[in-house]
């Protein structure tokens, strides 16, 4: 059993920096970008995430800004959310999150998309590794869990990679909400950062 | 789908219980139980007063006003179900779907018994009845329950039901009164086969 100190160090994080990725809080003046992301990578979005479908505008895109921006300047928010930018501010390629955040422990669950025309360059597996690092650190993190469907191959991938640990599959968890199937979802957590793989990062709070 | 409006449950009989929403007149008795069972439930639950070591009277009327408000939701993301002595009509606990996703659908259920009443198998014969409600009423593919491995009063229930163990979450719950986090036992049923055989009868609203 784990005895659990408080993290006392509670401001928010603004940014997180990598070799290749920066990671921001959510700003209202992307809108357009994030909207130009999401509308790309429906077909691969959808079926998991389904708020991601060809009929979003951007008023739609404002209004759950807002809502991210909000999560941030709460207390103990339940969802944190960054978007995932190049390392030069440029391009956007998508947005990681935590769901179901639990300060007592503290655990995150996290949660993640991109752009599909930016799939296949490890960007997503970087700024899952930076953001894990992060709140290993900062937050005092003691676990870390990613849920994704057994179907899901590229989302599933990613805590393989960064040797996160399968602890349990949960038989009819997952829906396809394109093909209405049932799957499972696996379970993969980190309790410790050290099992994550080395990444330079810095960050601001 | 939807928690339909014509298949609320009134009234689930089983052999030694009656299951039910709650009501206003069971206040009183409910205050008695929780207040009675205050420190087994303040190790694992975040919503009894931690200073105090007990809720309040007004904290508890709440807590009433907040089930009013899910009971008739379209999509609640919770439901409550208060367990009665068949027998003495006694209120004895709850059992509380903390989660549901009426998308699959599924139900994720936590529960309480007043401390009186542990070791009667109670709990066993209200998850087992409510399971089969789920599976049978509201098209449920799947039912879980997740609990400390330090709880093994409360792990005994899904062993006893024939849940299947699906694994260990780590640092998964909060012992609140020791303030460790602790790792979890994640079981889930997904058809009511498998449950042990119980005479249940339930009525819906109409």
Known sequence: MLKLEFANNKQPIVSITTPRIKLATPNIASAAKVLDAVLASVDDIYPWLPWATKNLTIEDMQNYIKFFEKCHNSEKPSNLFFDVWSVEGEKYLGNVYFGEIDWRIPSFNIGYWLDSRRCGHGYMTEAVNALAHVVCKHFKAHRLAILTSEDNLSAKSIPERLNFQLEASFMNHHLNYRTKQLSSTLVYSCIDAESLPQVDYTYEV | ?206
């Not at chain 2, 849940?163 to 303030?179: P, R, S």
Request: aromatic letters at 16%.
């Open chain 2, 1 to 206: 789908m939807t928690y339909p409006k014509s298949k609320i449950l009134k009234k689930l009989t089983t052999p030694h219980l009656v299951i039910r929403h709650h009501q206003a007149s069971d206040f009183e008795q409910y205050v008695e139980a929780e207040n009675y069972s205050s420190k087994d439930l303040i190790q694992w639950f975040g919503w009894v007063n931690k200073e105090r070591g007990y809720n309040s009277r007004e904290e508890i009327q709440e807590y009433f006003s907040y089930l009013d408000s899910i009971n008739t939701a379209d999509k609640p993301r919770q439901l409550h179900f208060f367990i009665f002595n068949k027998e003495s009509n006694s209120y004895m606990g709850t059992l509380i779907f903390f989660r549901i996703d009426w998308d699959i659908p599924y139900f994720y259920f936590s529960y309480w018994l007043d401390s009186r009443h542990h070791s009667n198998g109670y709990m066993s014969e209200a998850v087992n009845a409510v399971s089969r409600l789920c599976f049978s009423v509201y098209g449920a593919k799947r039912v879980q329950i997740s609990a400390s491995i330090t709880n093994p009063k409360s792990l005994s229930i899904p062993k006893r039901l024939n849940f299947a163990l699906e694994g260990e979450l780590k640092n998964y719950a909060m012992n609140l009164q020791e303030n460790v986090a602790t790792n979890s036992l994640m079981y889930a049923c997904y058809s009511e086969g498998v449950l042990p055989s119980l005479e249940c009868d339930w009525e819906l609203c109409k």
